[in-house]
């Protein structure tokens, strides 16, 4: 009898270097807090029917924060390679269960990780860094080297690569001009929050997480009035400089600014960047994005499956019907018929019971 093939997919954790930091204060720029719940998804997906399986599980993207890992570094849009992996191996260290459990998912006959490179996880566009990754997990781990991962008509991706201001330049994907090591060429929106964003979640941790942005503008102008202002100013100091290319900016010159202004939507719209492939890409049977944070299932014409898997962080909605904080621990699950044909799922990981759940600092 041939095993049951399951693949399995999950992206958008953005893991800095933990909660708290070294000296004890917290890690503002942390945005992952569900360590256990992850280790228990993974050690689920080991045992029972599973382990009889292959089970490939890919990790679609920004599941490495290299932008957000502790507050209080120099440079930090200078990301050598030296820089790339000492943010690397913070990140392991910050979330130590986690990393066993994957390592000790791979270990299992016919188990795989297949790691995926997203805007947030750009420190693996060196290949030492994709090295120290996979030696570091072992066997049966693998750091996948571009941005397409292409199997049996599903196409995987992170998505940004299709949004103007995340594309990821591989065909220059280091900058040498001016300095002693080469450093990461990062995308314009990286950058935007490396140099703007970080500097607003020291009074506002959240200030990503919401949604609509519209919404929390006029929010934050009415009920949070000083720090709206502050903000803002920061941000257009922030649009001068880039515009002037005034400092470091200078360095960063060949960013496609126009482009990103025509392209420029917001929240994302991955539908039609998945629509956009299918046209391309008439063989293919199901499409598979991360990079949108919004959970996604549809049918488009002839059969053909879009998915996005959705954000492991915390969300906060304005929006009159959905209000309040969420968190949708969300996967794609995807199985192949007796034909060989995959049929893709969206699920939510609901955890094992407890009586009792930690809340950490409220
Ligand atoms: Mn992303």
Same mark, same amino acid.
């Given at each position: ?44 997906? /080991?045992?029972? $029917? ?50 066993? #459990? ?7 006959? &016919?188990? /795989? ?32 080297? $571009? ?29 040498? #001009? ?45 009920? &949070? ?45 991955? &539908? ?6 299918? #046209? ?14 919004? #959970? ?20 906060? /909605? ?45």
């Amino acid at each position: 009898m041939t095993k049951q093939r399951i693949r399995l997919v999950i992206s958008d954790f953005h893991l800095g270097a933990g909660p708290t930091r070294a000296d004890g204060g917290t890690n503002y720029l942390e945005d992952f807090f569900h360590d256990a719940k992850l280790i228990e998804f993974i050690d689920y997906h /080991s045992q029972g $029917e599973f382990e009889k399986a292959e089970v490939e599980l890919v990790i679609n993207g920004d599941f490495f924060n290299h932008l957000q890992v502790w507050p209080g570094e120099k440079h930090p849009e200078l990301m050598t390679e030296e820089v790339a992996r000492r943010r690397t191996e913070a990140i392991m260290v910050g979330h130590p269960g986690l990393f066993d #459990a994957l390592a000790r998912f791979a270990t299992v006959a &016919d188990h /795989s990780v297949i790691f995926l490179i997203g805007n947030h996880d750009i420190g693996f566009i060196w290949p030492s860094v994709r090295k120290m990754v996979e030696e570091k997990l072992g066997r049966g781990v693998k750091v996948h080297p $571009e941005p397409v991962y292409l199997k049996d008509g599903v196409w995987i991706e992170h998505g940004n690569q299709h949004v103007a201001e995340n594309r990821i330049d591989f065909k220059q994907p280091f900058l040498h #001009a001016g300095f002693d090591q080469p450093i990461v060429n990062l995308p314009w929106g990286d950058l935007f929050v490396i140099r703007f964003l970080n500097k607003v979640k020291r009074d506002r941790p959240y200030v990503d997480k919401v949604y609509p942005f519209r919404l929390y503008l006029r929010w934050a102008l009415i009920h &949070d009035t000083g720090f709206a202002i502050r903000a803002a100013l920061t941000g257009i100091i922030y649009f001068m400089a880039v515009l002037l290319r005034i400092g470091e900016n200078r360095r960063f010159a060949r960013q496609q600014f126009m482009k990103i202004v025509k392209e420029f939507s917001f929240p994302v719209k991955m &539908d039609r960047a998945a629509k956009r492939v299918f #046209a391309l890409h008439p063989t293919l049977r199901i499409v598979v994005f991360g990079h949108g944070h919004k #959970a996604t299932a549809r049918l488009f014409a002839g059969g053909k499956e879009y998915f996005n898997s959705g954000i492991w962080n915390e969300m906060i /909605s304005l929006e009159i019907g959905t209000m309040g904080r969420h968190l949708a621990l969300t996967f794609i699950d995807i199985r192949y018929d007796a034909g060989g044909n995959p049929h893709g799922s969206l699920k939510e990981w609901k955890g094992h019971y407890r009586e009792v759940e930690e809340m950490g600092l409220l």
